[in-house]
């Protein structure tokens, strides 16, 4: 009796422990995803900080130009047959509502991108040829002319591979930018999603903003302000 009671007493604090180690791990990788964002908050002006239901950063601020632009973070476990990906969402606002169509380019589409807009214009697009496959959608108002002036600028934009996705509308321009990968250990073994970074560069998110940015100028280049960036 006293055997098992030892042993049954051994298997209690055994499963109270993993369990206060699984809190405590949950706790700290919760902390370390609230700080991913830590490095916009030296790039933007008057930066503002908020956490999302699933505790990734989001960061609201200005450029150096006064346009407002909102940082967010997107955990992309859904295909199995890769790596974990670390978004960064890029959303660039105009100061005035622009009279111009929503269109945009996905690239390497698999259909489980929960997170695009590409996905839900209702007009398919013929997309530039890159040496990756391409998603071009739209809302069905681009005239021929804005449809090749997008797409020539899609063929430049996309040659940079960590470019997930563009959007282009009339109240903002959108980027979905590669933070990072996941880490292959936790994935393969523990399909778990990992991401090696303590926070997102700095240069990583001025890149981001920079071909937002870009990207805003496409249709009306002439009554837009100049490219933004950050202070």
Do not use: N
């Amino acid at each position: 009796m006293t055997i098992t009671y030892l042993l049954s007493a051994f298997a209690a604090l055994a499963v109270i422990w993993f369990i206060r180690a699984a809190i405590r791990g949950h706790r700290d990788a919760m902390q370390q995803r609230g700080r991913l964002l830590d490095e916009a908050h030296g790039l933007l002006i008057e930066p503002g900080i908020s956490l999302a239901p699933d505790q990734f950063p989001v960061v609201a601020g200005q450029t150096s130009d006064g346009r407002h632009v909102r940082l967010e973070l997107i955990a992309d476990t859904m295909v199995t047959r890769r790596l974990p990906q670390l978004w960064l969402k890029v959303t660039l606002f105009e100061g005035e509502r622009r009279d111009c169509p929503s269109l945009g380019a996905l690239a390497r589409p698999t259909g489980s991108e929960y997170y695009s807009l590409v996905h839900s214009f209702p007009e398919w697009m013929k997309p530039p040829e890159i040496s990756m496959s391409l998603l071009m959608r739209g809302d069905g108002h681009a005239t021929a002319r804005q449809e090749a002036d997008a797409g020539r600028h899609f063929q430049g934009l996309f040659t940079d591979p960590k470019v997930k996705e563009a959007v282009i509308t009339a109240k903002a321009t959108r980027l979905i930018y590669q933070a990072a990968q996941g880490e292959r250990a936790a994935h393969m073994f523990l399909r778990q999603a990992r991401f090696s970074v303590e926070t997102v560069p700095a240069a990583t998110i001025v890149q981001a903003i920079a071909l937002a940015a870009g990207l805003s100028t496409v249709f009306c280049e002439a009554e837009m302000q100049p490219v933004a960036r950050v202070a």
